[in-house]
């Protein structure tokens, strides 16, 4: 993926917001996602759609298992108690086949037949606004923009977008960008002036070279559920949104990432069927809320801005508002935590709820993602975390780590031991003994056993 990347290396993939247009004197740009980086393992990389999708088909076309049938569709979906049975045809009409399996997901896309087939409802908000896509390339918008600090984002607001976003996203560094924008309904490529419109937006005049124009609509949808029998949604199929803060891809990747590892469990034995279950409970929250607080909130936050405030109306009061939305930015990007807490398969906090929301800690929690930390051999313990669960054991009794070896070998567990001290850093963790399972989740943290390992596998890998 980074070999892939067409951002130069470290480039700062937050935004400016600025107001009016992109000239304005009134701008800010808030720290990005760099404000949490050290809660982290990997860097953050910002890869446009084709280039992920060109490294994702490569490397899936090395995988003996993966059966790849590009130019096929598929049609209908029937299960039963036993598996489940999908006709596929070719697109030309010269070949029909039914496949056979345990378990069907469908990524297949906002519109997914899937979804539609196992009746599976969707709720949301529409907005009933037409959004324009355009890509283009500028070298004098790259040039113009030098008078910010460096940014992949470039907003601007104004009382005519009624809080939607018009805002311009960097494919590369020097030309290439592109462009989003609400239009009125009944605009089409043709009877639409859209070199206007972005001149409008960036406050100035220059050349545009266009390579493409396209809509969408504003809106936010999420299942009701995610699985109906052997039969899962995952990434659009199971929710969409505008394209605003880069929330839908690393959704789609957290779906698969949370599913995955849990129909791996059920294939080879040692996972539990409330352990597919807790898929839908995990990740439909977080979704819910990604839609309904961070951006939902967000456009109707900032119509109410747009309406209410204005440089021109009353300059005092606008400069006192815009500094406190100016300070708004960075909350967002450290309230924004996904965390499992009321997961059947966690250990979370009593009357624990899993929310979009949370905060960032060094400390192990069950329900959130593990932190990274440095061992003392100089390796991360990301470095270390086995493919199935991983206790982590730092200065605990080893008697205690022998039982769960134990305990994991008798249930078919597959569970990596990593054991270090109690310092270094490592004692930021407030734990001695930390369970994490196979996407990087903690499910359970103590100083000392006082549980049956038994009990805790049981719970954790859905077996009750």
Not at 181 to 188: H, I, L, Q
Request: with cysteine.
């Amino acid at each position: 993926m980074r070999a892939a990347r067409v951002m130069p290396k470290d480039y700062p993939i937050g935004g400016i917001t600025a107001w009016g247009d992109l000239l304005s004197d009134y701008w800010y740009g808030p720290p990005g996602r760099e404000v949490v980086r050290r809660f982290f393992f990997r860097d953050n990389e910002r890869l446009p759609q084709y280039q992920t999708e060109g490294v994702l088909r490569k490397k899936m076309s090395t995988l003996p298992s993966v059966d790849s049938r590009f130019g096929w569709s598929a049609e209908t979906i029937e299960q039963d108690a036993t598996g489940v049975r999908v006709t596929i045809t070719r697109r030309d009409g010269a070949a029909r086949e039914i496949l056979e399996a345990d378990y069907v997901v469908g990524c297949d896309g906002a519109h997914s037949s899937v979804r539609e087939q196992m009746g599976i409802v969707r709720g949301g908000v529409n907005h009933d606004q037409v959004m324009v896509l355009a890509v283009f390339r500028s070298k004098e918008l790259h040039e113009k923009l030098k008078r910010f600090p460096e940014r992949s984002t470039y907003r601007a607001m104004n009382s005519d977008s009624n809080g939607y976003y018009q805002f311009f996203g960097r494919v590369d560094v020097g030309e290439g960008w592109f462009f989003h924008s609400p239009v009125p309904a009944n605009t089409s490529k043709e009877n639409y002036d859209f070199h206007g419109l972005i001149q409008k937006v960036a406050g100035f005049k220059f050349a545009v070279e266009f390579d493409y124009v396209g809509f969408w609509d504003m809106r936010i949808a999420v299942a009701e559920t995610y699985q109906v029998g052997r039969v899962f949604i995952a990434g659009d199929a199971a929710h969409s949104h505008p394209p605003y803060g880069g929330y839908g891809l690393n959704s789609g990747l957290e779906d698969i990432r949370n599913l995955g590892w849990k129909i791996a469990a059920i294939l080879q034995g040692w996972g539990g069927d409330e352990l597919l279950r807790s898929y839908s409970d995990e990740r439909r929250l977080i979704f819910k809320e990604i839609g309904s607080d961070f951006i939902g909130r967000q456009i109707a936050f900032e119509r109410d801005f747009q309406a209410r405030f204005s440089p021109d109306r009353d300059l005092a009061e606008f400069e006192r508002e815009w500094s406190k939305m100016s300070a708004k930015g960075e909350e967002r990007t450290t309230s924004y935590e996904p965390n499992y807490e009321g997961s059947s398969v966690v250990y979370g906090p009593e009357n624990g709820v899993s929310t979009a929301h949370g905060k960032h800690m060094i400390k192990a929690q069950a329900g959130h993602h593990l932190t990274p930390r440095i061992l003392s051999s100089g390796r991360d313990v990301y470095e270390e975390l086995g493919t199935g669960f991983s206790l982590i054991s730092l200065g605990a009794d080893d008697a205690a780590v022998d039982l769960f070896k134990k305990a994991a070998d008798a249930m078919n567990v597959p569970l990596a031991a990593i054991s270090d001290d109690y310092s270094g850093g490592r004692e930021e963790y407030e734990a001695k003994l930390i369970l994490v399972r196979p996407d990087q989740y903690v499910v359970w943290t103590a100083d000392r056993l006082e549980e049956d390992p038994h009990e805790i596998l049981n719970r954790v890998t859905g077996r009750g």
